[in-house]
């Protein structure tokens, strides 16, 4: 009976240490991954696929990768914040953008 349960335990614990993917396949190549990225296969949770390069982040910017909850594309340029104006970027939480310049939040 002790041996069923170890061998349990011992089975359980590997299947929790394995992670099982489901093979995918880009442009015929068998990869690793979620996504495609031409024939390359990417994680789609770390990286994205930009101008055909796979880069960090989860958006593309000039076809640089960038963060998207953190930073913003700005006329080409990854910039912090959430929103552009004039090019320049700024959060929504505490400015706005008031005929191109950016203000308190109220302030416009």
């Keep these: 009976?002790?041996?069923?349960?170890?061998?349990?335990?011992?089975?359980?614990?590997?299947?929790?240490?394995?992670?099982?993917?489901?093979?995918?396949?880009?442009?015929?190549?068998?990869?690793?991954?979620?996504?495609?990225?031409?024939?390359?296969?990417?994680?789609?949770?770390?990286?994205?696929?930009?101008?055909?390069?796979?880069?960090a982040g989860n958006a593309c910017c000039g076809g640089l990768g960038y963060s998207s909850p953190t930073s913003t594309c700005c006329n080409g340029f990854i910039k912090a914040g959430n929103a552009c104006c004039d090019g320049l970027g700024y959060s929504t939480s505490t400015s706005t953008c008031c005929n191109g310049y950016i203000k308190p939040r109220n302030a416009c």
């Design 1 to 55: 009976m002790k041996f069923k349960v170890i061998l349990f335990e011992t089975f359980f614990l590997l299947l929790t240490r394995l992670h099982l993917h489901e093979a995918l396949t880009c442009n015929g190549l068998r990869v690793n991954g979620d996504a495609c990225c031409g024939s390359q296969g990417y994680s789609s949770s770390t990286s994205t696929c930009c101008n055909g390069f796979i880069k």
